[in-house]
Nanobody
Framework: DVQLQASGGGLVQVGGSLRLSCAASEFTFDEGQIAWFRQAPGKEREGVSSISASDGVTYYSDSVKGRFTISIDNHKATVYLQMNSLKPEDTAVYYC???????????????????WGKGTQVTVSS
């Protein structure tokens, strides 16, 4: 079975940076999409960013565009989310997810995401 493990969360001050990692096992890293989602207490899950494993095409939500960067290391079977200029509203549990197909930007709505990892907490203090 595909397993995804997110890590790298923590407590950071406003304006700071964090890099999240999503390590995948038993997932074919030359196809499909991998995405990051987040969910804050009392709020709906939000798609943050996704990347195509085959061609590196990326998508971002408007709320993080220009501040977050998603990248992939196929050899390490790991996807990263570099988060800069963090804001209090970025506080949430962040999850990574993966799917074997390519849903384009609809991946940020969860389409095609068949596998989900446990989350990692990101807290931005003001």
């Amino acid at each position: 079975d595909v397993q995804l493990q997110a890590s790298g969360g923590g407590l950071v001050q406003v304006g700071g940076s964090l890099r999240l990692s999503c390590a995948a096992s038993e997932f074919t890293f030359d196809e499909g999409q991998i995405a990051w989602f987040r969910q804050a207490p009392g709020k709906e899950r939000e798609g943050v960013s996704s990347i195509s494993a085959s061609d590196g095409v990326t998508y971002y939500s408007d709320s993080v565009k220009g501040r977050f960067t998603i990248s992939i290391d196929n050899h390490k079977a790991t996807v990263y989310l570099q988060m800069n200029s963090l804001k209090p509203e970025d506080t949430a549990v962040y999850y990574c997810a993966a799917g074997l197909g390519n849903s384009g930007s609809y991946s940020l709505r969860g389409y095609g995401m068949s596998y989900w990892g446990k989350g990692t907490q990101v807290t931005v203090s003001s």
